[in-house]
Nanobody, 122 residues
């Protein structure tokens, strides 16, 4: 089992920045790929970014490419999502998740955090 806890969400004005963190505990010795997803009210949960265990491969959704950066510190069992140039349409609950390899597909993820709210005002 892997437990994931997100933090760093909040209210920010359009154009601002936030940094989300996801702390992992439990079977963190396994080489999990990590991903960030988000879910806006009335919408399905969607892929945001993913990173392989080594950190050598990252993939982003087109909607966040060039504005968001995913990174990880395996020594701290923590994954980050740096979000810059935020837009009102980025408003959502953001979830981190763990997958054996890391993937853009939600069904590939075995473990999920509880989520952290990000609200971007116009």
């Amino acid at each position: 089992q892997v437990q994931l806890v997100e933090s760093g969400g909040g209210l920010v004005q359009a154009g601002g920045s936030l940094r989300l963190s996801c702390a992992a505990s439990g079977r963190t010795g396994s080489n999990y790929g990590m991903g960030w997803f988000r879910q806006a009210p009335g919408k399905e949960r969607e892929f945001v970014a993913t990173i392989r265990w080594s950190g050598s491969t990252t993939i982003y959704a087109d909607s966040v490419k060039g504005r968001f950066t995913i990174s990880r510190d395996n020594a701290k069992n923590t994954v980050y999502l740096q979000m810059n140039s935020l837009k009102p349409e980025d408003t959502a609950v953001y979830y981190c998740a763990a997958s054996p390899r890391g993937s853009v597909y939600i069904t590939s993820y075995d473990y999920w955090g509880q989520g952290t709210q990000v609200t971007v005002s116009s």
